[in-house]
């Protein structure tokens, strides 16, 4: 039996990733820097953290070294510099004499039966202050290796440093990028509103990164991409791609996601009609224990406004929907709507609001279908 080409767990590589042919180059482009700052930004499950491991990779084809370090397991900024360590020690091979780097800035440390190196847990202890000293320490070292080769720094979901550190630790970690001249730094974060409150005027990270935004992927391009999966598969052409990106929404691993269980239900029934329709039913259905206790979890009056949303109502707070769903006053509503937004279970959008996850949207309107 064929395997499924659509894949939704981790980062996409090779066969599985669509290509990004604009951002993997600006990303490359800041590879090849020297001294580079950029932020990688844009909504959840867009697919920031696959296109940086692809280029990452043809750097690495290119000889070029790329330390990527996911941050996401951190809960101290002490953490965070053990990453760092950890995926600088991988990417260089234990080539580098951590001895005479850490003991030059005099930082306690520990080194393994591997060589590889880390800082004392103990200083987990101590103020976000001097942890951001042995961790801006820890960037240092990096920035001096790459004076001698050409190293880039991968840090995903950076914004979790602000949570260690509050907003003094930001302007301390600013003063210690802008000084490396070698080491390119590549942020990249997935917390947009965390993301954007850090970029405003009077915090560390104002106009300090070239930004590349990651949008959707072009609807054509992609729906092409999933039939040709398909035809490739069956032997036959399928138009399944369009069906799978109206219903999943913008964000990639959604519309994937959909792609991977439609590809399922081909495989059981290739004549069935409406297959993308009929796949996200199903996964729907599959997600029925995942998804009902975030339905149990919300009060009433914002299960009621997601089944306004649900069911596509152009005008979420016009006189005629308030009266309809049985809604308070629209001054209300904003304040409740906003409170779905800061949960992460609705997103703003420029045209009103949606679900953030198109399949608990799926879910509810079934739930409004049925009664
Ligand atoms: N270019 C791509 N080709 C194929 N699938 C992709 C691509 N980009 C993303 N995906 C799908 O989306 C999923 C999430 O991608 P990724 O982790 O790169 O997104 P992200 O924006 O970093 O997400 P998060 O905001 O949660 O960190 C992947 O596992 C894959 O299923
Ligand atoms: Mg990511």
Known sequence: MQGNPFKVSGIVTGKYFIDRADELRTVLETMGGQGEKMLVYGARRMGKSSILLNAAARMREATGQVVYADISPATSLTDVANIILHAFNKETGGAVNWMELLRQIQISFTINSQGVPSLDVGLKKESAQKQLVCLSAVLDALDDYAAQKKLTLILDEFQKMVEFGAEEAEWQLRSAIQQHQHLN???????????????????????????????????????????????????KSYSAGAECIRLAGPRTRDIVKLARKTFVLAQRSPKINDIARAAIDRLVQDEDDFLRPQWDHLSNLQKDILKVVASDVKEVSSQETIARFGLPSSSKLAYHFNALVKSDVLEKSPVGYRFDNPFFKHWVAQLLAEA
Request: hydrophobic fraction near 45%; aromatic fraction near 18%.
């Open 185 to 235: 730094h590549i942020y990249a974060g997935s917390q947009t509103r965390i993301i954007d409150q850090m970029l405003t005027k009077d915090r560390a990270f104002y106009r300090f990164f070239e930004i590349l935004s990651i949008g959707p992927i072009d609807e054509t391009f992609m729906a092409e991409w999933i039939d040709g999966r398909f035809q490739q598969a069956f032997g």
